[in-house]
């Protein structure tokens, strides 16, 4: 019998995490389905999310437990990347586009990932550090000035996405004046499935479209670097040998989009719901400043435990298998929710309180250990650490309006959120 025939006879679970008003509740709403969820023995099996793109998938397996996400991310052979990691039915060649090596298995996976790690050799992180925190406070430069002027500001759409852009922008070597183009990109490309970006039937085309301006942003960068080297990361890609022969255009376009969506929308997300939970706790806030040197990497790793800017990403059973005793046919789906890992109450106390004490914090935000654990969760940390050194120690008496929340089952997100001055 084939993985197809046993799965379009399975009963869907009762709960519906499918369902795109599921996604439109809170995320504390939601962890309430999630909860029932990582309570009962086994796995459960969904329907397919509604799709775009034509597929024959007949559904997932939803992993929640803490337990379970790390034991699927550790065992890359039972369970690979390279069928798709998207939870949400998409051609496997469009997610290579989107994902890179994200959605490939090693060996071919641990040859693409070194490279990034030339951006990272110490003398590297020693002068993006030094970036970081310039631009940490000419962020807030431009924030105080601008809230003296107009009394509020919408942090979210206008300030979140400062830091990380110009941190992989100044990496890369992208031009300042298209880096706002390629935040925008970014944004609709994460935020797909938000009805403010584009309408169910546009958003095949709209997600080619955002595809297209940061691949041909890559491509370009690429030519004009392989003509007039510089000291950055692009100039280091394109002089690259994997296997022998340098990367193509096609590879170097994808590349760009991984770091540009990897790199921007998560961090971006991640310091929003942080200021708006430091606000709502002030006790949090004033313990981390009594002692922010020795307390922020620790609050930091809160930070992203709270947030869980990524919801999910997904693998697929390499051969018949089994997950906390339930059946997985070679083929199948399996999602694992970050976002209920992160909530997990045989792992976390008090899961649903902010908490920028606690320790250990084993939170999956930046994935579960294995190959495809976050490549830029240092760069995240030193993004939020400097960012809040001078959000805090500037602005000690910050209020926070309601937020907008993006509608989406990937990213954990904030379209707008006010801040003012007490
Ligand atoms: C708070 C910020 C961030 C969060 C929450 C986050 C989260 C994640 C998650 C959940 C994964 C997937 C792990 C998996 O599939 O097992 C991942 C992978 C990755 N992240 Fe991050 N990330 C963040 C920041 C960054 C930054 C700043 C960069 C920029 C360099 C980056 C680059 C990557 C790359 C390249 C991968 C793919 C790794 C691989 O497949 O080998 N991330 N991240």
């Given at each position: 019998m084939t993985a197809g025939t046993t799965a379009s006879r399975r009963p869907y679970h009762?709960?519906?995490?499918?369902?795109p008003e599921f996604w439109k509740n809170d995320f504390r709403t939601r962890d309430e389905t999630f909860a029932v969820l990582r309570a009962e023995e086994g796995l459960s099996w969904h329907a397919p999310t509604p799709s775009i793109f034509p597929h024959a998938e007949t559904g997932f397996w939803a992993v929640t437990r803490h337990s379970d996400i790390q034991y699927v991310s550790r065992n890359h052979e039972l369970f690979c990347s390279s069928q798709g990691?998207?939870?949400?039915?998409?051609?496997a060649e469009i997610q290579r586009a989107m994902t890179f090596f994200l959605a490939m298995d090693p060996p071919e996976h641990t040859r693409y990932r070194r490279l990034i790690n030339m951006a990272f050799t110490p003398r590297q992180i020693r002068m993006i550090e030094n970036q970081i925190r310039a631009s940490a406070r000419d962020i807030v430069d431009e924030l105080v000035e601008d809230l003296e002027t107009?009394?509020?500001?919408d942090f979210a759409a206008e300030y979140a996405r400062k830091m990380p852009m110009r941190t992989i922008s100044d990496m890369i070597g992208v031009a300042p004046e298209d880096r706002e183009k390629i935040a925008d990109a970014v944004e609709s490309l994460f935020g797909a499935s938000d009805d403010e970006y584009s309408s169910l039937e546009e958003r095949a085309p709209h997600l080619m479209t955002q595809l297209g301006i940061l691949a041909g942003a890559g491509i370009d960068l690429a030519r004009a670097r392989r003509e007039d080297p510089r000291d950055d990361l692009m100039t280091n890609i394109v002089n690259a040998e994997v296997d022998g022969h340098r990367l193509s255009d096609e590879e170097i376009g994808a590349f760009m989009v991984l770091l540009g969506s990897a790199g921007n929308d998560t961090t971006k997300q991640a310091s929003s719901h942080a200021l708006a939970a430091l606000v709502a706790n002030p006790d949090q806030r004033d313990w981390l400043l009594d002692d922010f040197d020795a307390r922020i990497d620790g609050a930091v790793e809160e930070f992203v435990r709270w947030s869980t800017p990524v919801i999910h990403f997904a693998r697929h059973a390499t051969e018949d298998t089994e997950v906390a005793g339930t059946k997985i046919d070679a083929g199948e789906k399996i999602v694992l929710f970050y976002c209920s890992g992160n909530r997990d109450e045989s792992v976390f106390a008090r899961p649903h309180q902010f908490d920028v004490t606690r320790t250990p914090n084993p939170h999956v935000?930046?994935?579960?250990?294995?190959?495809?654990?976050?490549?830029g969760r240092q760069l995240a940390k030193m993004e939020l650490r400097h960012l809040f050194h001078e959000l805090l120690t500037r602005l000690p008496d910050l209020t926070v309006g309601e937020a907008d929340h993006v509608h989406s089952d990937f990213v954990h997100g904030i379209k707008r959120m006010p801040i003012g001055l007490r």
């Open positions: 009762r709960l519906d995490i499918s369902a990691v998207s939870m949400d039915p998409m051609p107009n009394g509020t500001v935000g930046f994935g579960a250990p294995g190959p495809h654990a976050c490549l």
